[in-house]
């Protein structure tokens, strides 16, 4: 492919080129709801999609909307992204882009979802379709079970408003006392203990009304005397971010504690309130939150649709669900009498959740109980409630090894599990470290050392997410294993680097963060130009969770200025804009939303025909490539290469079903197919794959070579310059 003939009348630094952060974010939800849209998909995964969009805005709002709203309280007027867009223009974009989506999230629940569901047999009941028989069992319910868990709490000069829970559920109550004008206002939470969804009884199916409406039923019981004149229910999102100052942090476990303990109370940065609900009630909320209007969204159904999850967890539907799998075992570990044969006889990937997670369990089970290992050494970012992995390291302990856990604990929202894991792991005898104060450690990294006949030989399992056995079955990603030296020696290297004290040693294999990672990058894509520069064609092809480093995306803007041929399938938030006439107009970026969540991360770059392939923990970030310890590595084995190129990234690039593609302008559609183009859907072409036991045959003769889809161009060459504030 040629050069493209430059445009440039802007600089590569010129934030029109550049996707707000925030707003790349919320398209990627805009996806997931897309989903929950779908007819072709089964209703309860439909369901699942809708509550996992709830979710996914819950942690946006406590993340990110909390940081904007501190700057624009600390009179910030320029934007700290790329794009430079201002914190105040971010946050009334992010309240019109919300609005949009929740109103389309609820007429799908309410207008949709909800009542293909009642012709399911499955039915959410309102207040007033309750029957007598449901009256008198939710009656007798209420005294038994609700009654004594609630605490009603005025709200007077002598009873501040309570610091309500992050993301819990209230009524606000406004009653009188009879002969009195006066009007008194109370709260009542909706306890998180209880089931949100109250089961009735069903002649056919299921029935249930929300927790919430059974409250506000009985509500005299808990005001006796007085004269109810409102009730809505409204519900509370914090602040949950928190930063470290590194200078003055002594002991890391306490500081961490400390800061989980304010987040509870942090400041509210959002209000959800029933959409009929009194202007009343509205001003008397923002006033106590201290919020102002725009922060409250009115919501027209269910409040935390997250609570729909229970019906989703009913036996039976097999219909309304998506066709149950089971990960597949790797045949090179069937065939092997124990791991260490299997990994001694050749490098092993894995892919998941098609191929077995349980190979990785069975890794470090294997340790604990083999009486020829010494030591274990892993990473541990995220893992499950029960982790079989957390267990085996300390029964490794109890067993006599040398056992290292390297705990994150600042793995947002889930620094309360790490720090239950921390303890559990050092009353077992591991010796648990936390890493640096400055950097998360987000690679996840395995080493088993073992005496064997021959001498002392070290085995590595590496991979792209983390160690948690229940995400492993609804995540995608790849884990490796080896006992080659070079990477051996470098997993041993990296562990003294995160434990104690060393100067970086000079890796074999790994590519380690945040001391290398971008400028390896970098130079890998300046490869690519170089090459096509001097008329070898240059191909990069990444498949990554974000893209959102400006040097990065700099050096991929000159690429495709040079004729670089360049796909990026990013799941998420993807600051480059793809398409620009003298800029980008060789780089396609494609999502796929689908059933599992797209997380492995692989990077292949073309090399004049004799390709390198690498894949790891580290997505192109800013946050990765300078404020996390990361890992990528090669995959050099032939066959495994091969698998990679041909078989994962080729049916990546080829599907038409589940993958949207980037526009220019920042917004998605799904990728276009021809009548006589048969229709792919990666995931599941993945799962076919996995359940005939023919992974990685693929990449042995059949598969075509990578697809390259030329990207659209942008509509129009100028770009709408914005205002930076």
Known sequence: MQAVEAVPALSLEDPSLYINRELSWLEFNRRVLEEAQDRNVPLLERLKFLGIFSSNLDEFFMVRVGGLQQKVQARIARGSGADRMPPAEQLERIGQEVRQMVNQQYRCLMEDVLPALEREGVVLRSQKDLTPADLEYLRE???????????????????????????????????????????????????????????????????FTPLEIVIRMHLPDLFPGMKLECATVFRVTRNSDFEIDDDEVEDLLKTIEEEIRKRRQGAAVRLEIEGDAPAEVEQRLTANLELEPFDVYRIPGLLDPTGLFQIDGL????????????????????????????????????????????????????????????????????????????????????????????????????????????????????????????????????LVVRKEDDG?????????????????????????????????????????????????????????????????????????????????????????????????????????????????????????????????????????????????????????????????????????????????????????????????????????????????????????????QPKVRSQERFLELAAQNVVGRLAEDQTPPIPYVKPRPARERRIAKRQTG
Not at 164 to 190: D, I, T, W
Not at 349 to 361: A, I, R
Not at 545 to 553: F, M, S, Y
Request: charged letters at 25%; aromatic letters at 8%; one cysteine or more.
């Open 456 to 676: 002392i030989r070290r085995y590595v399992h590496l991979s792209t997410g983390n160690y948690n056995p229940q995400t492993a079955r609804i995540y995608t990603d790849l884990g490796f294993f080896t006992c080659n030296p070079d990477f051996c020696e470098d997993v041993s290297a990296l562990f003294n680097y995160l434990t104690g004290y060393c100067e970086l040693p000079q890796w074999r294999k790994l590519v380690v963060a945040p001391s290398r990672m971008q400028s390896f990058m970098i130079e890998k894509i300046e490869q690519e130009t170089a090459h096509q520069k001097a008329g070898r064609e240059g191909r990069i092809i990444a498949k990554i969770n974000g893209l959102l480093e400006p040097a990065v995306v700099q050096v991929l803007y000159r690429a495709s200025q040079a004729g670089v041929r360049i796909d990026l399938i990013c799941r998420a938030i993807c600051a480059l804009r793809p398409g620009l006439p003298g800029f980008s107009e060789n780089i396609r970026v494609t999502s796929i939303v689908d059933r599992f969540l797209e997380h492995s991360r692989i990077f292949y770059f073309g090399n004049a025909g004799e390709p390198q392939v690498y894949i790891g923990s580290a997505d192109w970030m800013d946050r990765n490539l300078s404020r996390r310890v990361e890992v990528v590595f090669p995959i050099e084995q032939p066959n495994l290469k091969q698998r990679l190129i041909r078989e994962i990234m080729a049916t990546s690039l080829a599907d038409n079903e589940k993958a949207r593609e980037l526009m220019a302008d920042g917004s998605y559609r799904r990728s276009s197919r021809s009548d006589s």
């Open 315 to 446: 036996p039976g539907y097999p219909h309304l669900r998506d066709p149950h799998f089971v990960p597949q075992p790797s045949p090179d570990f069937a065939k092997a009498s124990n791991p260490w044969a299997a990994i001694r006889a050749q490098d092993i990937l894995l892919h998941h959740p098609y191929e077995s997670f349980g190979h990785v369990v069975d890794f470090i089970e294997a340790a604990a109980d083999d009486d020829r290992v010494l030591a274990i050494k892993q990473t541990l970012y995220r893992t499950s409630s029960d982790s079989p992995i957390v267990r085996a390291l300390q029964r490794a302990a109890d067993n006599g090894k040398q056992v290292t856990a390297l705990i994150e604990l600042k793995a947002r929202l889930d620094e309360e599990r790490n720090i239950v894991w921390a303890r559990a792991l050092e009353k077992a005898g591991v010796h648990v470290v936390y890493g640096f104060i400055g950097l998360k450690t987000h690679c996840k990294v395995a």
């Open 141 to 207: 319910r209420f005294i038994r079970e609700i009654f004594p868990v609630l605490t009603p709490l005025a709200i007077d000069p002598g009873h501040p408003f309570p610091r309500l829970l992050n993301k819990s559920l209230n009524l606000a109550v406004f009653l009188q006392r009879p002969g009195h004008g006066e009007k008194l206002f109370a709260v009542v939470q909706v306890p998180a203990v209880l089931q949100r969804l109250v089961p009735l009884a069903a002649d056919k199916g299921h029935a």
